[in-house]
């Protein structure tokens, strides 16, 4: 038989494997909420939460200090350095301006240092797990539609926002204007004590004239999303 290593818990789920990593705990901090960044088209967009990181593949779990609506915005990669985005909903009920959200890192582990436990490699000499480490704890991953909810109680919790998807409204121009009027909507998560709801709000409005090239959208559909226990990170 091949050589390597998988485990399995008791309901048969793939817990280690010498191909693939657990993500590990990499560290926490704090961001702060600034002003808009530039949309596909020119107009009013809500605020944006900006976290850098360095790593393999992270993810990012936010948990905000504000029950705000937020959504995915967009991932940049420059090396091993990642630039992840977040947005939300226009006005109060969004995040705002000096607002600051703890977030949670996540990626393949390093080498603890530790001479108690197990190390397990995969074939490029990697490490995909060492026993020394903590790991991603997850409460939920999957879909959330819009009008759904997730309570997760009163622990501790972040959420991982994993994809972007919004439409356009347009109206026609307002009497003695030929600017048409739109409105950008997209699927926002609010975070509340105990979990989270979906719905869709707008995330952006403006005005334009070339009613021509119609403006770019993403299908609607659910919010995808990972919870993640982070009591003790």
Not at 17 to 44: H, M
Not at 136 to 160: E, K, W
Not at 210 to 220: E, G, K, T, V, W
């Amino acid at each position: 038989m091949p050589a390597g290593l998988t485990v399995f818990n008791d309901d048969h789920y793939l817990v280690i494997d010498e191909n693939f990593f657990n993500y590990s705990f990499k560290g926490k901090g704090t961001a702060t909420v600034t002003g808009p960044v530039a949309g596909p088209v020119i107009g009013g967009y809500a605020n944006t939460l900006i976290i850098t990181v360095t790593g393999d593949a992270p993810i990012v779990a936010i948990k905000p200090n504000a029950t705000h609506r937020w959504c995915y915005h967009s991932t940049t990669r420059s090396g091993n350095t990642w630039t992840f985005r977040f947005t939300g909903n226009l006005g109060s009920l969004g995040p705002q301006i000096g607002e600051t959200v703890t977030y949670y890192v996540f990626d393949r582990p390093d080498d603890s240092g530790t001479n108690v436990g197990f190390q397990v490699f995969d074939a490029s000499g990697k490490l995909t797990f060492d026993a020394g480490r903590k790991y991603m704890r997850l409460l939920y991953a999957g879909s959330l539609a819009i009008g759904g909810s997730l309570d997760f109680g009163t622990g501790n919790y972040g959420v991982a926002l994993l994809n972007q998807y919004y439409f356009y409204r347009e109206s026609p121009p307002e009497v003695g204007s030929n600017n048409h009027i739109w409105a950008m909507v997209a699927g926002t998560i609010q975070f509340n004590a105990t979990g989270v709801t979906a719905a869709n709000f707008e995330v952006a409005t403006g005005t334009r004239a070339n009613i021509d090239a119609p403006l770019p959208n993403q299908a609607n559909g659910d919010t995808y999303l990972m919870a993640i226990d982070v009591s003790g990170y």
